[in-house]
């Protein structure tokens, strides 16, 4: 069974960087496309970045040019470096974990982390 663990969420002011680490475990990394997805209060879950093995990456519209998705096949583990923060990037962010980026980032079948709040003020 995949497991993922979300790290790195907090509190900061707009224009300012985060980065969010998610740990995983329970299977083979390599196999596996990974995620991230956000989920704003009042707002369904929205689909934000995603890669795979190879390196090949996917982005949401609205964090293009802001937001970097990472891995490290070495020490399993996937990043989310977020710069230039706007006050609508607050959410509770949710690793994800899938068998292509395809089935990522239609997030269905995926395997999900429990999140990392990020809030973002003014």
């Known amino acids: 069974q995949v497991q993922l663990v979300e790290s790195g969420g907090g509190l900061v002011q707009a224009g300012a960087s985060l980065r969010l680490s998610c740990a995983f475990s329970?299977?083979?990394?390599?196999?596996?496309?990974m995620g991230w997805f956000r989920q704003a209060p009042g707002k369904e879950r929205e689909f934000v970045a995603a890669l795979n093995y190879y390196m090949n990456t996917n982005y949401a519209d609205s964090i293009k040019g802001r937001f970097t998705i990472s891995r490290d096949n070495a020490k399993n583990m996937v990043y989310l470096q977020m710069n230039s923060l706007k006050p609508e990037d607050t959410a509770v962010y949710y690793c994800?974990?899938?068998?292509?980026?395809?089935?990522?980032?239609?997030?269905?079948?995926?395997?999900w982390g429990q999140g990392t709040q990020v809030t973002v003020s003014s």
């Open positions: 994800a974990a899938g068998t292509s980026t395809r089935a990522v980032v239609r997030g269905t079948g995926n395997y």
């Open positions: 329970g299977r083979t990394f390599s196999s596996y496309a």
